[in-house]
């Protein structure tokens, strides 16, 4: 993936989460120019700095890796929360609302597999 692809993202993500590049600067810990240049494409950024913007904008940090060339296409299952966290469609609000509708229905479904087991 070339460096404009990852910076491409990583705005698509910032702005699905209503942050302006200031505010993710903060929450990531990095200066606003450099976050600014990751994401015209100017620099390629490290794999401890984009794990420090997953975190600030609750994505995986893996599907980041895969973005920046750093990791390959995982070829196995995907986690749904990695997937709900991942995708650029959802506001932060609406990735939340799923996890826990998702949650829920595990705990569920656990919770009758046990009993089921003990009858």
Known sequence: MTKAGIGEFLREQRRTAQLSLRQLADLAGVSNPYLSQI???????????????????????????????????????????????????????????????????RAANAARRGTEKEG
Request: aromatic share 4%.
């Open 39 to 105: 994401e015209r494409g100017l620099r390629k950024p490290s794999a401890e700095v984009l794990q420090q913007i997953a975190k600030a904008l609750r994505i995986s940090s893996e599907a980041l890796y895969v973005r920046a060339g750093l990791l390959d296409e995982p070829s196995g299952d995907h986690s749904v929360e990695d997937a709900v966290l991942a995708d650029p469609g959802l506001d932060e609000q609406q990735k939340r609302a799923l996890l826990d509708v998702y949650a829920s229905f």
